[in-house]
């Protein structure tokens, strides 16, 4: 009974603490000025969410934001940074005060909205009670995957799983097409310099393969 | 003795990019039985890509993946999934019914494990190899710039 009690209470510190960080970081975004500070604490932002869902048992959800959002987009906005100034502008006063309000309208009816809401791992709720049993009631005559997440992924939504790849596919195409394929800075390099210039030549090689 | 100041870097990268590929595909071929799956392995992949090139620079990374294998790479995945689906419609199935594919009745899995490897495999292909166009795209991009005007 204690165990629990104590469980439960670590459980809601830890909680309490992630969300306490993750709100720091939103507000230290929403202020700062310079755009790599701005990249690397959304990488933050990422990294404290994948922990957290992580702790509310969405093993699945926090390793793809921690993939996706901490590494991967924080590479490309680095890149997509560089191409642009390193500072925004700064604001006129009072600029922030439409956006603000729309913040504080948005946030207070998603916590009404909240109070509706099933307790987490709500054995009765519609997520676990309806086409979620049924799932996990079919899925080991059906597939013999024991994993349900990518059994329903692969095979009982094939066609959503292939509309994904297919979307990404498309996105890396169109950024390429946009911004080109980044051919002609590395033909660019090659043609220019067999030795690059910034390093002298008395340096041994590091395995740079230049 | 400008060459010597990122060899920390350098060499830990080294030691970090294998496991990161290894780790990559431990979440591939391991998605049928623990978290994750092909979308996450991908951007492993790819992540593993970006981390050589900010060590490495974008030059060595472009010569040991060229740009237009990881195009194509990103086709051929979208393209092996959805032969996939074509394959159980030869044998008389619905697009994409891995139950078709070995022509099993219900209940037999083989079909079901063929099709869910091979489409994960399109996936991981599709997945790391657009990733790795757009940020070639961006990388690419900023060197040029640099070069020109700085």
Redesign the interface.
Known sequence: MTDAVLGGTGTALINILLLAILFVVAIAIARLRSLFAIVMLSGVYSLVSAAWYILVDA??VG??EA??GA??ST??LL??M??TARTAKPEKPFSRLGPFIVCLAVGVMLIYATIDLPALGDPTSPANAGVGLTFLQVNW???????V???V???YR??D??G???V??T???A??L?????????A???RRSPQ?E???PS?PR????? | MKGDHHMILRVIAKCLIPLILIYAFYVQFHGEVGAGGAFQAGVVLAVALILHSLVFGLTATMRAVPPWFTRALSAVGVLVYAGVGVWAMLNGGAYLEYQALFLEPPGGHDGQHAGIIIIELGVLFAVSGGLSTIFYALAGRVAEIRDEDW
């Open positions: 093993v699945d390793f793809t993939a996706v590494g991967m590479a490309v890149g997509a560089l191409l005559y059906d597939t013999g995957v024991p994993n997440v990518t059994s992924l692969a095979s094939g066609f799983t292939l994904e790849t297919a990404v596919f996105a890396g195409l950024v390429a946009l911004l080109g394929f980044g051919e002609r800075s590395l660019e390099t090659l690059p910034t390093r002298p340096v590091d395995g740079d393969a230049t």
